[in-house]
């Protein structure tokens, strides 16, 4: 990871992104945090899968509005996750999204409950997750 420091500094995630073994995602994920790279900004229009698979260091994220998705497993098991903000222009939460994000307490979303209630919700997509959705309109 420590090769592509400099790619993901300037911008390019999809590109280091797509080099890394699924399985080490969350470590890719972690590594960008602990060197100061502002994780909110690592993906434009969606979220992969596996994007912060049980990351460890992941505490808080406010998704940028131009996500519109946010793929299957993408923040599956990080422990340490306590708050997203997501915006009123994302379509759809994969199944499994925040399976096990045992710490996850506030979802907050900047659209009425109707945005929220329309937007593709996959299955178990906040299994084990505590939080409630908090609604800015």
């Known amino acids: 990871l420590q090769k592509n420091k400099e790619d993901i500094e300037k911008g390019k995630w999809e590109k280091v992104y797509e080099t890394i073994p699924a399985d080490e995602r969350g470590q890719f994920s972690d590594f960008v945090i602990q060197n100061g790279i502002d994780p909110n900004k ?9 994007a912060y698979y049980a990351s460890e260091e992941l505490e808080s994220i406010e998704l940028p509005k131009t996500v519109t998705k946010i793929d299957d497993r993408s923040f599956k098991m990080c422990k340490s ?27 907050t979303y900047d659209g009425t409950q109707s945005e929220w209630d329309s937007i593709y919700k996959g299955v178990y ?3 084990g997750c505590p939080a409630k959705v908090t609604f800015l309109r």
């Open 42 to 50: 690592m993906f434009k229009t969606y979220v992969p899968a596996l």
């Open 81 to 107: 996750l306590v708050s997203i903000n997501l915006s009123n222009s994302l379509k759809y939460i994969g199944p499994c999204a925040f399976d096990g994000c045992t710490s996850l307490l506030y979802i």
């Open 125 to 127: 997509w906040n299994d």
